[in-house]
């Protein structure tokens, strides 16, 4: 699968902002989704995963604030930023997650996947 992140932005602390993320590929509409972010100097970690079947699963410190959905018609998933923090500053990342590794507990390391789409810089101003 590969992907095309957009949406990305400047935006102030309490703002919001809403990812989209365009993929190509066979069986969208049955395959895992995420997204990661990788914030200057830090190692790139998980945010929010979403089955096709709509089980959501979240980092702590994003629950209450992002939202994962998808469109399987449009082959399209997004993630809804609300209250946004200085610290959510970031390259945003999203990628197709095996099942397996979906199951295992895997997809919560980054470092399993060696590819990566281009991204999306999000910058939140205090």
């Known amino acids: 699968v590969q992907v095309v992140e957009s949406g990305g932005g400047l935006v102030q602390a309490g703002g919001s902002l809403r990812l989209s993320c365009a993929a190509s590929?066979?069986?969208?509409?049955?395959?895992?989704m995420g997204w990661y972010r990788q914030a200057p100097e830090k190692q790139r970690e998980f945010v929010a995963a979403m089955t096709s079947g709509g089980r959501t699963n979240y980092q702590d410190s994003v629950k209450a604030r992002f939202t994962i959905d998808r469109d399987n018609a449009k082959n399209t998933v997004y993630l809804q930023m609300n209250s946004l923090k200085p610290e959510d500053t970031a390259v945003y990342y999203c990628?197709?997650?095996?099942?397996?590794?979906?199951?295992?507990?895997?997809?919560?390391?980054?470092?399993?996947?060696?590819?990566w789409g281009q991204g999306v810089q999000v910058s939140v101003s205090s």
């Open positions: 990628t197709e997650i095996p099942l397996s590794w979906y199951y295992s507990g895997s997809y919560l390391y980054p470092e399993h996947f060696n590819s």
């Open positions: 590929g066979a069986n969208f509409d049955t395959n895992v």
